[in-house]
């Protein structure tokens, strides 16, 4: 079993999708081991897209990011970081097929809904970036080990 670092953007609070987007990921069979809402400091947005910050629109995600709380989410399951950037879709919602997250929610890449991790080794480490190594719960559920 994997657990994945999820982040619902300020777009998808802002428009009321945060119950939706979760709808998906339950659907699936994914876990929610965690979740809370969080004001994100320009320290952590920064140090979360370190390897966007030469790009000319760095400035427009740090607003983005900041711009509402967003919804961290760790979620676990069989393969949950691939399932999940999987059912993410891709990066620029206009690229994104329907069915997907952001194929049927997004628009633009300015506001793409859901941020996910895309390795093991990026899931733990932003797993404990957003978690801090607590508040993610290990728990059955009755079916857990048949899906
Ligand atoms: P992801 O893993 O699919 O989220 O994509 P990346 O890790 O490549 O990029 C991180 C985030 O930066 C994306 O989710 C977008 O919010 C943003 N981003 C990436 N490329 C662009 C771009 O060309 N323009 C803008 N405005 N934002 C971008």
Redesign the pocket.
């Known amino acids: 079993m994997e657990t994945t670092l999820i982040l619902l953007k300020p777009d998808t609070v802002e428009r009321g999708f945060i119950g939706q987007v979760i709808t998906r990921l339950e659907q699936k069979g994914l876990k929610i081991s965690g979740l809370k809402m969080m004001q994100l400091s320009d320290e952590l947005v920064t140090e979360h ?1 370190d390897f ?1 910050a030469d790009k000319p ?1 760095f400035p ?2 740090k607003a983005y990011m900041m711009r509402t709380p967003v919804v961290a989410i760790a979620a676990s399951g069989a393969n949950a970081i691939a399932t999940v950037r999987m059912l993410t879709g891709a ?1 620029n919602p206009q690229e994104a097929l329907p069915g997907s997250i952001r194929g049927d929610f997004g628009l633009t ?2 506001g ?1 809904i859901i ?1 996910a991790s ?1 390795s093991a080794e990026t899931a733990e480490i932003e797993l404990k970036r957003f978690f801090g190594g607590s508040d993610v719960f290990e728990y059955s559920r009755g079916f857990d080990g048949v899906l």
């Open positions: 897209y966007l629109f427009n995600i990066t890449i300015d793409n941020h895309d």
